[in-house]
């Protein structure tokens, strides 16, 4: 019970996680073999759409917008604030975020990488950022390559040429598609750093306390 009540919030998230791709699947699969009868063709079984460009596209895609939303999250926090916002630093405090970390070289719980001090340390320093990133990176590189694969599918149903991944990766299809849910991502990030001004949410980290003047900075 101990674990569940230390972890709850990393298994709830990956149940829905989990249970959200199995609806995808079993929805996506319903409606492409739908539209593969619609043009005389043969349905794919379950295993078979799972790993085609269909799917998989619509799941990196996805992903790309969300590494994408919280990679510049991260990194435009550090920089930038929002007066009265739960989500930003009070531009007119030095916080524990900010402070060099050798300072606290000898505490006994101190990550190993700053303990290792040097080009180690400067990278940790910086290592939620730069995942978040190279999250980004990979699911845009996923997007692309399944992408492709059901731009391919698609030219074969109605009789065209397929297009090399060079010339989908020019093409107005693909940007529309990344384009579609980056402006989502940023919008609901803007969103929430406006609202949490204001409203509150009492017992989230995410809320500034109930009673707090809407000007108090952070939550």
């Given at each position: 019970?101990?674990?569940?009540?230390?972890?709850?919030?990393?298994?709830?998230?990956?149940?829905?996680?989990?249970?959200?791709?199995?609806?995808?699947?079993l929805t996506?699969?319903?409606?492409?073999?739908?539209?593969?009868?619609d043009h005389?063709?043969?349905?794919?079984?379950?295993?078979?759409?799972?790993?085609?460009?269909?799917?998989?596209?619509?799941?990196?895609?996805?992903?790309?917008?969300?590494?994408?939303?919280?990679?510049?999250?991260?990194?435009?926090?550090?920089?930038?604030?929002?007066?009265?916002?739960?989500?930003?630093?009070?531009?007119?405090?030095?916080?524990p975020q900010?402070?060099?970390?050798?300072?606290?070289?000898?505490?006994?719980?101190?990550?190993?990488?700053?303990?290792?001090?040097?080009?180690?340390?400067?990278?940790?320093?910086?290592?939620?950022?730069?995942?978040?990133?190279?999250?980004?990176?990979?699911?845009?590189?996923?997007?692309?390559?399944?992408?492709?694969?059901?731009?391919?599918?698609?030219?074969?149903?109605?009789?065209?040429?397929?297009?090399?991944?060079?010339?989908?990766?020019?093409?107005?299809?693909?940007?529309?598609?990344?384009?579609?849910?980056?402006?989502?991502?940023?919008?609901?990030?803007?969103?929430?750093?406006?609202?949490?001004?204001?409203?509150?949410?009492?017992?989230?980290?995410?809320?500034?306390?109930?009673?707090?003047?809407?000007?108090?900075?952070?939550?």
């Amino acid at each position: 019970m101990r674990f569940l009540r230390d972890n709850g919030l990393t298994i709830v998230l990956g149940v829905a996680t989990l249970t959200m791709i199995g609806g995808m699947l079993l929805t996506g699969w319903q409606v492409y073999n739908q539209e593969l009868a619609d043009h005389g063709s043969s349905s794919l079984g379950l295993s078979e759409y799972a790993t085609s460009g269909h799917f998989l596209s619509a799941v990196f895609e996805n992903w790309e917008s969300e590494f994408l939303q919280m990679s510049a999250y991260v990194v435009l926090t550090a920089f930038l604030f929002q007066r009265g916002s739960a989500e930003s630093k009070d531009p007119d405090e030095v916080l524990p975020q900010d402070e060099d970390p050798a300072i606290c070289a000898a505490e006994p719980d101190m990550p190993w990488p700053v303990k290792a001090g040097g080009i180690v340390s400067s990278i940790y320093a910086y290592s939620l950022g730069l995942a978040l990133m190279a999250l980004f990176l990979a699911s845009f590189l996923l997007h692309l390559r399944y992408s492709a694969d059901a731009a391919d599918a698609q030219a074969r149903l109605h009789g065209q040429m397929p297009m090399t991944i060079t010339e989908h990766l020019v093409s107005t299809q693909f940007w529309f598609e990344s384009f579609q849910n980056w402006q989502s991502e940023f919008l609901s990030t803007g969103v929430l750093v406006v609202l949490s001004i204001f409203l509150r949410f009492r017992g989230s980290p995410e809320s500034k306390p109930v009673a707090a003047p809407h000007r108090e900075t952070g939550s």
